[in-house]
């Protein structure tokens, strides 16, 4: 739970930050190192520049050193690219947000420690060690005159970023290759910090929902062979079930499992083995597919999982299949989105137990900042995941939420939080 630096979101949006601020998201199999002008005026963003780089393969099971010399040697290119021909920040040194989208036991703004990796990290010297101090370490090694302002996850920098633009925003989540959530509590409410007196009054609760876990889950066979042939079993299962870096492994161990136990796919293909042969992305095109014969279809089953020549039906047979494990996904996350509203009292019913119904409670605005590739570019996963909200909370409720996209969210949220704290004096 990242206590401290929620209590900065109410901050940022009522301060004057004026200048240049930088933020390094590092999430996933890729990162960004981000740079914005602030000038002065509530949403005032004057400039934005972002810069995408994949993380190469070998860094992620490398060393800790390997990794982070690598992200400040592509940080120090980014900044001396970007400010020649500028004027220079006004601050003697450079404030950086460091977006760091993995598990953290946080202690304070500019402290946490790594408790383990996800997505396909597995950096062994870095669990249980300081992230900041690890960055700032590279940063000086490269020779860059930069700080870790402070220290947030992608969901907290990306409700940031909502809060700045909107007041109304109350939550923010993540669905991309991973997914997470966090939202906006009463300081007095959260028990780990009860007694930190905050500025607004409100905490933002990183709730790590990925690894939330529930018998009630529909969890299958496929997702229990999943689980156990992972890096890290017993663990993440609720991401496992609804984000992007492993629904279409789902897809392909269903079709594994109708080739071995039919001949409708035709002679088992040796690739429907290879797991994660079958990317999320190429679900959605199939999904998707909506020419007659369904020809994307027949040509990812054919290059890909070298299944060939199969007839139209089987071709919808596969479709229903991505059709059936994005639903899901998609109705889970719906139904984590509807508990945040209902534990702040923003799913109609006012927080009351009993006695008014839905319709008695008069609905405020309420905007959830959301972000990932999930979301924002398959369609027919947000389509399902429309309906199940309004499936849940009801039409009347419905209306007054809203979905907002916030693109690149998580690391501009982290800049914005990098300005609003630059200009908070230090006390050690």
Known sequence: MDCCPGKLIFDVVVRSEIGTYYALDLGGTNFRVLRIQLGGRRSSILSQDVERRPIPQHLMTSTSEDLFDFIASTLKQFVEKEES?????????????????????????????????????????????????????????????MRAALLVNDTVGTLALGRYHDADTVAAVIIGTGTNACYLERADAVIKCQGLLTTSGYM??????????????????????????????????????????????????????????????????????????????????????????????????????????????????????????TRRAARLAAAGIVGILKKIGRDGSGGTTGGRSKSDVKMRRTVVAIEGGLYTSYAMFRQYLHGALSEILGEDVAQHVVLQVTEDGSGIGGALLAASYSSIPQRG
């Open 85 to 145: 021909g500028s004027e220079p920040s006004p601050v003697r040194t450079r404030e950086l947000g460091f977006t760091f989208s993995f598990p953290v036991k946080q202690s304070s703004l500019r402290s946490g420690i790594l408790i383990k990796w996800t997505k396909g990290f597995a950096i062994e010297d870095m669990v249980g060690k300081e992230v900041v101090e690890l960055l700032e370490a590279a940063m000086i090694r490269s020779g860059l005159d």
């Open 204 to 325: 933002a609760v990183n709730m790590e929902w990925g690894n939330f876990w529930s018998s009630h889950l529909p969890r299958t066979s496929y997702d229990i062979d999943l689980d156990s042939e992972s890096p890290n079993p017993n663990d993440q299962g609720f991401e496992k079930m609804i984000s992007g870096m492993y629904l279409g492994d789902i897809v392909r161990r269903v079709i594994l499992r109708i080739s071995l136990e039919s001949d409708i796919f035709g002679p088992v293909s040796s690739r429907l083995s290879i797991p994660f042969i079958l990317q999320t992305p190429l679900v959605a095109a199939m999904h998707e597919d909506d020419s007659p014969e369904l020809k994307e279809v027949a040509k990812i089953l054919k290059e890909n999982l070298g299944i060939s020549e199969v007839s139209l039906k089987v071709r919808k047979l596969a479709v229903r299949i991505c059709d059936v494990v």
